[in-house]
């Protein structure tokens, strides 16, 4: 592959190095709207919260949360994707399946 080829391939298909950072701090911002509608508790979970793993253009950020009343939960998760420029895929803890809350146990990161 030509090296133009490939730098332009990079910068359709990954963020800038600042752009992981810019997730973050969404994520941070969203979980403390998040925790102010009910939510006891928000962990972060993915390639946003992992810098072992890439961070492209189509990662996201993923949030599981708990407490938050299910007749508010797409209203309040509405609203908080409209937070950030991110894609935001928010979950609630307690419809969770076993495979994911391991992941939460075992790779969450408390937000």
Not at 17 to 30: E, H, N, T, V
Not at 37 to 63: K, Q
Not at 83 to 94: A, G, I
């Amino acid at each position: 592959m030509k090296r133009q080829a490939l730098l332009d391939h990079l910068r359709v298909t990954h963020f800038e190095s600042g752009d992981r950072a810019c997730a973050l701090s969404s994520a941070r911002r969203i979980a403390r709207f998040l925790r102010s509608n009910g939510a006891r508790r928000v962990v972060g979970i993915g390639s946003t919260f992992d810098a072992s793993r890439p961070f492209t253009r189509r990662s996201d950020i993923d949030l599981v949360v708990e407490g938050i009343a299910p007749e508010v939960f797409y209203s309040v998760s509405a609203r908080a994707a409209a937070m950030t420029r991110f894609d935001l895929d928010v979950t609630p803890l307690e419809s969770a399946t076993p495979a994911l809350a391991d992941v939460v146990d075992e790779e969450g990161v408390e937000l």
